[in-house]
């Protein structure tokens, strides 16, 4: 380890585990050789989620310096990133999957950036080249989707590599969850509330072994995430569309019981107080963020 740190930062780096045997012991050798080689304060923790593989045990024969910390159960991807993150010891937090999919190699070029950002994402190259297409497609839905509720451009939601700022994160604890939306969440989190989130490209390879997201119900999740986030940091994108929707569906209702007479007035009415009361919630609720200081 280098006499003077090349880094400006010192950083925890949390790798979650779940049945990753074949790759855990290069990223572990890669991910040191990383971090001793920037001289500064840093760690690595491995949280093991429940593996049945041997993985645990591949990662204490390596002999490197690394804290081991285990979950009984499979628990989750975010909650094995929660349990690294709360037990970090420094300001900053490093996440990267065990898979070998990303270049951890790397992380010195993230750590440089990391000072003035809140947060520091692995922006992937070529990703849709080893993705399914039912995962492409979910992206080509959700990412406009959150591009939208952002109001941000965002070049990748999901990432498994970043940097981030520890006390950020746990500022917005409660909004991570245990799944695979917990990068998602917190990419929403941060730019909605107004931080500098900065992206540098980075290569990614085709993960060893099968992936473990479920395309079909994990897009769901993500839609839920996705709209629930949004409504917790800007509630008039949400509201706004969904007031003004249930107004436009009225007015032509309307039209067709003037020309036709088909439509029962009842029905016009539902959904005009409908789009009313949407558009009242998200200004109510806009006026509450503005007055509790949600955003940054």
């Not at 490197?64 to 420094?90: D, M, Q, W």
């Not at 999957?97 to 993230?110: H, K, T």
């Not at 991570?176 to 989130?197: K, M, Q």
């Not at 249930?246 to 036709?260: G, K, P, S, T, W």
Request: contains cysteine; glycine residues 6%; aromatic residues 10%.
């Amino acid at each position: 380890m280098s006499s003077e740190p090349t880094v400006p930062i010192s950083l925890s780096l949390v790798i979650p585990l779940y049945n990753e045997v074949d790759s855990i012991a290069q990223t572990l050798h890669d991910a040191c050789e990383a971090l001793q080689s920037t001289g500064a304060a840093t760690e690595i923790i491995v949280v093991d989620d429940g593996s049945t593989d041997g993985s645990a045990q591949a990662v204490e024969e390596t002999g490197l310096p690394v804290r081991v910390i285990r979950h009984e159960s499979n628990r989750g991807y975010g909650a094995a990133l929660k349990t690294g993150i709360a037990a970090a010891c420094y300001e900053y937090v490093a996440i990267v999957d065990a898979d070998g999919s990303y270049p951890v190699r790397e992380l010195p070029n993230l750590m440089q950036a990391a000072p003035d950002h809140a947060m520091v994402v692995g922006e992937r190259i070529q990703y849709s080249h080893y993705s399914s297409s039912a995962r492409n497609l979910g992206k080509a839905i959700l990412v406009p989707l959150a591009n939208y509720l952002s109001g941000i451009k965002i070049p990748d939601i999901n990432s498994g590599m970043r940097i981030m700022r520890k006390d950020l994160v746990e500022r917005y604890w409660p909004l991570l969850p245990d799944t695979f939306s917990f990068t998602t969440t917190i990419t929403l989190s941060l730019l909605c509330a107004g931080w500098n989130v900065r992206y540098l490209p980075i290569q990614y390879a085709k993960r060893e072994g099968h992936s473990k997201i479920k395309p079909v119900r994990d897009m769901i999740r993500f839609v839920i995430l996705i709209v629930r986030t949004s409504t917790y940091f800007r509630p008039l994108k949400v509201y706004l569309p969904i007031g003004f929707g249930f107004i436009f569906i009225a007015l032509a209702l309307l039209l067709v019981r003037v020309f036709y007479g088909h439509v029962l007035n009842i029905t016009t009415l539902f959904f005009f107080i409908a789009g009313l009361q949407s558009i009242l919630v998200g200004v109510l609720a806009d006026l509450i963020l503005k007055l509790l200081g949600t955003r940054k």
